[in-house]
């Protein structure tokens, strides 16, 4: 049973030690003490004695630990950073300790599938099939409190101290107040948006124009070609969101355009780096190999081509992608034919 | 074949003394509470109007509407000083705002306690044991007369007692629990709406289940008619008046049953409002009444309550009849609603006791059962609960609801908050409305017989279709019975599965099962909605009621197997 002392919540919670996960407890540390969790006891052992990880020191407020209980009876605002990929299983893990006084607010640009078993033969996918993380989250557990991190938040230029900004989306007041009571400092901005799933779909569409940047860049492409990209990439992201049950509004802020910005123009982007590598002549399996964490991006991909094809959205980047990524086409050749792809109107979504 | 469920039995009153009833203890110390109510309403207004100038605007527009629904639309039950009453409130309004302000005592917050006070004592019910214990006989006595006289086709029948109400009603789903919680913690029971004879059929359903007596907001127009207002007085109803909707008169509402609720008093709301125009389930809920359910439980933590101690519990019930036997008036504004955007007045179709007493002789005549399913009791977030009140989480796990409304370890209040929660169980009983709704056969042709026709000119708009002549309509027999078995075979797979209920004629010989559904759907209609010819040709004499009956089944995702 939690402690409800007032004392003990003044800790936030993170889960995941990935680039992100650091990242993020470091600017909450900031504000408050901060237990960090991590799946691996001897990585956990390693941080707490050497109070560095990945090459950034550990700021004094942050307390390391291996226990998912521990930090969830401290803790009653939580920060789940995890891909995409292990998401569902470590929200599971979580769940018993977790109460409906919990907040969560999650930093996962990335999609969770789960096919029932009576549907695992049938190649289509529907949004049925298809969640968010917030969806993850209010399925696997009793708390409804739940809001998402998004914007360009390249962990880097974060960990170097450069200015940043980010959005907090939830349906509740509160749980964008408090996220940001606890992340705001003088190099950090938050700004609160009600649209959830619309920020939360925003992230991870984003993805999937990153690594087409990246690819532009890598086949030695200029500016013009990059507004061409970024520019049609920002209409593909509206059509697939609304199909997908987000509205326009939430791509035109800065977890939309503004992340998408920072994103395609960065080579701090591990999507961005697929591309760039993709269109080097590399293959993904190489590429995902020598990486030490996954680009969203990928898999983020392979699940929107299907949800594409089955609402019958126009999504010509993610298709060529697609062909890209898993049907060995040349990123030479999928540029050709994007630029014959019969585009006319310009803006029909406003 | 599978078994009848009909749980129907006499229940023992689970209270036996009427003294302990809290609807008793709330009517003898009615003028204390209406003070209450006014007091608590007063403060909640004051935070959504803080200041003088916002106050006094709140007054004129209250002034304003007033007036207008005075010339406009006179109730008999309106009480008789209601013109002087707003008179000296514009008076009062003028003086306060003239510059010479020492002289006077009064003050805009004066003025607008004055006009909650009236509020709150015109919403109070009024509720008498002794009156309920009378009118229940009443009402017993009359409908098994009326039920042995029609069943057995001959006038002296109605002297005998071959037949119960327990025979036409049947009541299923989770009463034991109800009762059990009934006991531990406080009822909202939330039903559908669909007929107008609701009031009356729910009240019946509460007192043969053994409950006490629910508190019940009623439209103040039914008042306007002698019988019912006596017996909507003894059942212990509170008046809701549709034609005020403004600021204090809506607040003043919502503390009245928020109060009421938090002192234990069991209450009943139709939470979609009003009665389903276009014959679906409710889909969208009225939230403010809900609402009151979630900030009552909310009060109730904040006085320290634990868990389960005096907790609330929404129980969502479905009625379900044949027929309805305002469909055809009802489904008709739904579409002209739909159809155009014009303004539409509501007009009162059920005004005088002689339609009452028509309407009641009809369903009784007319030998058509009916249901009512009572669902899993939840806590004001929507979770189920066992029967000791416990909320339980998907995986069975025990959740603290008091756990909802704390924020950094302390209970607080955020409105905001509670509206979202609010949505939440609103999602949360109309789901639940799904997975108990039972079908009968009558639905089940219905629906197929619509879709059929409604396939076969897919090309046009509804409203296009709807203009059809009928009797372009007509589905051969055969083509019938084969899509009837399919769907037959698809609901009934979708009961095994838990996401709704099937009547157990369902399952009969398919030939009788499609008799049984075209004898008894919207039987009582001039026109029929549905019926066979001696061509073979399954045929509807009203495309309307028809389509009406049809949107029954709306919600399941069956529109596809068409």
Known sequence: MAMTSKDTFKKVGVIGTGSFGSTIANILAKNSHVIIYGRDADQIANMNSSRTHRGVKLHANIEPTNNLEYLANSCSTIFPIISSSGFRSVIKQLSPFLHPYHILIHGTKGLDISIPDNQKNNDTITRNEVKTMSEVITDETVVVRVGCLAGPNLAKELSDGQPGATVIASHFDEVRREGERLLRN?????????????????????????????????????????????????????????????????????????????????????????????????????ITDS?????????????????????????????????VLFEGFKAEEALQRLMRYPFNVDISFL | MKKDENLNKNYEPILSKSKEWPVVQLSNNRKEFIEEVAKDSFKRIKVLRP?????????????????????????????????????????????????????????????????IHRYSAEIAGNFKPSRYRLTREIVKFGFSRLLNASRNNRFTAIFRNKYTLQDKIQIMGEVEQLRTLAKKGTIVLVPTHFSNLDSILIGWVIHSLGLPPFIYGAGLNLFNIKIIAYFMNSLGAYKVDRRKKNLLYIETLKTYSHLAIQRGAHSLFFPGGTRSRSGEIEKELKLGLLGSALEAQRVLYEKGNEDTKGKIYVVPVTLNYNFVLEAPLLINEHLKRKGQERYYVERDHFSSSYRIMKFLFKFFTKGSDISISIGK??????????????????????INTKDYFKFNGEITLDKQRENEYTRMLSKAIVNEYHTINRIFASHLVAFVAFQIMRSKFNNIDLYNFLRIPEEDLNIPYKEFRIKFDEIRQIVNKMDEEGKLKTAPHLYGELDDVIK???????????????????????????????????????????????
């Open chain 1, 186 to 286: 003088d190099r950090f901005q938050v700004y609160g948006n009600e649209d959830l799933i619309g920020i939360e779909l925003v992230g991870v569409l984003k993805n999937i124009i990153a690594i087409a940047a990246g690819a532009l860049n890598g086949l030695g492409m200029g500016e013009n070609a990059r507004g061409l990209l970024v520019s049609r990439g920002m209409v593909e992201m509206i059509y697939l969101g609304k199909a997908l049950g987000g509205n326009t509004q939430a791509f035109l802020g800065l977890a939309g355009i503004g992340d998408l910005v920072a994103t395609c123009n960065s080579t701090l982007s591990r999507n961005f780096t697929v591309g760039h590598r993709l269109a080097k002549g590399e293959t993904l399996n190489d």
């Open chain 1, 291 to 323: 990486m030490d964490e996954i680009a969203e991006g990928v898999n983020t991909v392979r699940i929107v081509k299907k949800l594409a094809d089955y609402y019958k959205v126009k999504a010509p980047i993610t298709e060529i992608l697609h062909k």
């Open chain 2, 51 to 115: 200041n003088k100038t916002s106050i006094i605007e709140e007054l004129e527009t209250t002034l304003y509407r007033e007036k207008q629904r005075i010339k406009r639309y006179p109730w008999k039950v309106d009480p008789k000083d209601d013109t002087e009453f707003w008179n000296k409130i514009k008076h009062r309004l003028v003086e306060i705002s003239s510059a010479n302000k020492t002289d006077s005592n009064d003050n805009e917050e004066k003025i607008l306690f004055d006009i």
């Open chain 2, 377 to 398: 009791s939840m806590d004001v977030l929507g979770n189920y609960v066992d029967n000791n009140g416990v909320s339980l989480d998907s995986n069975n796990r025990h």
């Open chain 2, 516 to 562: 049984m559904g075209l004898n008894n759907v919207g039987m009582y209609h001039d026109k029929r909605p549905l019926l066979k010819n001696k061509k073979e040709e399954i045929y509807t004499q009203s495309i309307n009621t028809l389509y009406y009956y049809n949107n029954r089944l709306n919600g399941y995702d069956l529109e596809r197997y068409f």
